[in-house]
């Protein structure tokens, strides 16, 4: 068990690089992008790739997760297991491109929009394939190959955008830079795959029966996170404009990236999960305390610093026209501790085979975020989506964590929280002098002061972040 929970923090830190990697691919993409477009045209990007994203779920149908829950369990199946779940994959994501065209033909957007939908959709099906194969590794407790896939994939997306504003390709050729991002991502990972597993489509209908029974509830819950999560874009759109929706794209991104985390933190430790969940219950409560207590040390100082360096790092990230960013991201940054947190305990939830409760705790975020979104948008446009993120992520940690304490009798401690809280606080004194100096700076000082005081309060410890105690 030691050497299975020293891999975790050792994937963790490998997708944690990779994402530093992809992350500075993502922001030059972001600042190019941008300043090339425009507000409102990048507004409409912005539309295109989150309109997308939502049929993109719904062609993973929660089969993913599944596909690695079931690996983990019986490594001896890996092969028959990945190729059911690729050929499900490979239809599902057909019919996400067909449902995709077909609704926003029929929708009030302008041509732009439809034609960039058009386009984009096509990613769908060569992203389901990318993440069919990058499955087989977490299950196998390896995530090297998938980090380094996703940072080469986004390069080459990055080299394509650069290309095509050099030579003014315009707004079409830089959409299909997200579908050269998913076949790069696709075939990269189809040739690593074939290393570790015997690639071949299947048709094992009583094999899909069972993958999708068990896929479903969590596939209706993923589907539900996608709208929780980027409805108010949609609605930004429709009800305030591109203009509006080009400058909470810009936020959205910044905190997005900030999410990359915690979902690899949880990629990596859910086989853990499920194993201790299946075999030895008795020890979830202290695996969840200590992955809780990893995350909140990481969140913290982000919730605390997005007050002070949010502008900045908009004005940086967008350039001056989208300045007014930095309010929305200052707002999204508030709710980073309840969105990791929230990462965490819906993977639990998963592990505990109690992925059926999911979708309805999807069905009531979603409502709860959809109207307050309708009263707070007409007035207050990107900031009022903001401020309604957090107050839903908020709603939906108390939730979640009701619900994995009913499964698990977890009630996570907040000895380290309070720890880490006093931490962040003396980070937030110690900077605010230098508010005016330049954001990245302060990340870097802000990131020192925090790890001393956290160090000298005793809140970081080698147990908490290396995960080995048993």
């Given at each position: 068990m030691t050497a299975v929970l020293h891999s975790v923090p050792f994937n963790t830190a490998v997708q944690a690089a990779g994402r530093v990697l992809?992350?500075?691919?993502?922001?030059?993409?972001?600042?190019?992008?941008?300043?090339?477009?425009?507000?409102?045209?990048?507004?409409?990007?912005?539309?295109?790739?989150?309109?997308?994203?939502?049929?993109?779920?719904?062609?993973?149908?929660?089969?993913?997760?599944?596909?690695?829950?079931?690996?983990?369990?019986?490594?001896?199946?890996?092969?028959?297991i990945l190729g059911n779940v690729l050929t499900l994959r490979m239809l599902l994501g057909i019919g996400a491109v067909v449902l995709a065209i077909g609704g926003i033909a029929f929708s009030p957007y302008p041509a732009a929009v439809k034609v960039g939908v058009a386009i984009a959709a096509l990613s769908i099906p060569f992203g389901n394939v990318w993440l069919t194969?990058?499955?087989?590794f977490p299950a196998r407790l390896e995530m090297l190959p998938v980090a380094a896939v996703e940072v080469g994939?986004?390069?080459?997306?990055?080299?394509?955008?650069?290309?095509?504003?050099?030579?003014?390709?315009?707004?079409?050729?830089?959409?299909?830079?997200t579908v050269a991002w998913s076949v790069t991502g696709a075939l990269f990972m189809a040739l690593l795959a074939r290393r570790v597993a015997r690639?071949?489509?299947?048709?094992?209908?009583?094999?899909?029966?069972?993958?999708?029974?068990?896929?479903?509830?969590?596939?209706?819950?993923?589907?539900?996170?996608?709208?929780?999560?980027?409805?108010?874009?949609i609605l930004l759109?429709?009800?305030?404009?591109?203009?509006?929706?080009?400058?909470?794209?810009?936020?959205?991104?910044?905190?997005?990236?900030?999410?990359?985390?915690?979902?690899?933190?949880?990629?990596?430790?859910?086989p853990v999960l499920s194993r201790i969940a299946t075999q030895d219950r008795a020890q979830l409560p202290s695996m969840l305390q200590r992955a809780f207590d990893v995350l909140l040390i990481a969140a913290l100082p982000v919730t605390a610093g997005g007050v002070l360096v949010a502008p900045g790092i908009a004005s940086l990230v967008g350039g001056p026209d989208f300045a007014e960013a930095g309010r929305p991201l200052a707002l999204l940054l508030l709710g980073t501790v309840f969105a990791f947190e929230n990462t965490l305990l819906s993977s639990a939830l998963v592990a505990l085979r109690r992925q059926q409760e999911l979708p309805w705790l999807g069905l009531a975020g979603v409502t709860v975020n959809v109207l307050l979104n309708l009263l707070v948008i007409p007035r207050f446009g990107a900031a009022g989506a903001a401020a309604t993120t957090t107050v839903s992520a908020i709603v939906m940690f108390l939730v979640l964590l009701s619900?994995?304490?009913?499964?698990?009798?977890?009630?996570?401690?907040?000895?380290?929280?309070?720890?880490?809280?006093?931490?962040?606080?003396?980070?937030?004194?110690?900077?605010?002098?230098?508010?005016?100096?330049?954001?990245?700076?302060?990340?870097?000082?802000?990131?020192?002061?925090?790890?001393?005081?956290?160090?000298?309060?005793?809140?970081?410890?080698?147990?908490?972040?290396?995960?080995?105690?048993?």
């Open positions: 992809v992350m500075i691919l993502g922001l030059v993409s972001v600042a190019l992008t941008s300043r090339y477009l425009g507000q409102e045209a990048y507004g409409d990007l912005t539309t295109i790739v989150v309109y997308v994203s939502f049929f993109a779920a719904l062609a993973d149908l929660g089969l993913s997760s599944i596909a690695v829950r079931e690996m983990s369990g019986a490594p001896h199946r890996i092969d028959a194969f990058a499955s087989v994939s986004r390069a080459v997306a990055l080299v394509l955008t650069v290309a095509t504003i050099v030579l003014g390709g315009g707004f079409y050729l830089l959409v299909g830079a690639v071949r489509l299947l048709g094992d209908v009583s094999h899909w029966r069972e993958l999708m029974r068990e896929a479903l509830p969590l596939g209706a819950a993923t589907v539900l996170q996608a709208i929780y999560l980027r409805i108010d874009t759109s429709l009800l305030r404009g591109s203009s509006d929706v080009g400058v909470y794209g810009v936020a959205c991104k910044v905190f997005e990236l900030t999410l990359a985390l915690p979902a690899f933190f949880a990629i990596s430790l859910f619900r994995v304490g009913r499964g698990s009798d977890f009630a996570p401690s907040l000895r380290i929280a309070a720890k880490a809280a006093i931490a962040a606080g003396l980070m937030l004194l110690a900077l605010w002098p230098l508010a005016s100096a330049h954001p990245l700076l302060l990340v870097a000082l802000g990131a020192a002061a925090y790890a001393f005081a956290l160090y000298l309060l005793g809140g970081m410890s080698r147990e908490q972040l290396m995960l080995t105690s048993s």
